[in-house]
């Protein structure tokens, strides 16, 4: 299938307490007019110890360095929340962390793969 359009939702660095990641996503529409979220990881980790989802072996490899979703209303939220900053984050996860609510983000589009 031909992508017709595709445009970048997200280009940034998200901080973790001990490594950074790049995430790149973008929205690519194809023929048939079905639209798909282009997820992409780049980590900046130092000590193998310092990963996020290092006692996470299916995300550490099948989704370390992103993934391919469907677009519809849940996946725009998640990619939504997925590219806030910390302190917008923690509106919205609770008595959780931004950090633990970014993983679950994360684990929930890596469960939604296409």
Known sequence: MTIIHE????????????????LKIKLSTYQND????????????TNPADHPFRHDAEFMEN???????FRNTLSDVLVEYLQLNN???????GSTTPDQYRKTVMKSISLLWD
Request: glycine content about 2%; hydrophobic content about 40%.
């Open 34 to 45: 079905k639209q798909f979220y282009y997820i992409s990881y780049i980590w900046n980790v």
């Open 87 to 93: 302190n917008d984050l923690l509106k919205h996860s």
């Open 7 to 22: 445009s970048l939702v997200c280009d940034t660095v998200i901080n973790w307490p001990q490594c950074s990641m790049e």
């Open 63 to 69: 989704s370390l360095d992103g993934d391919i979703i």
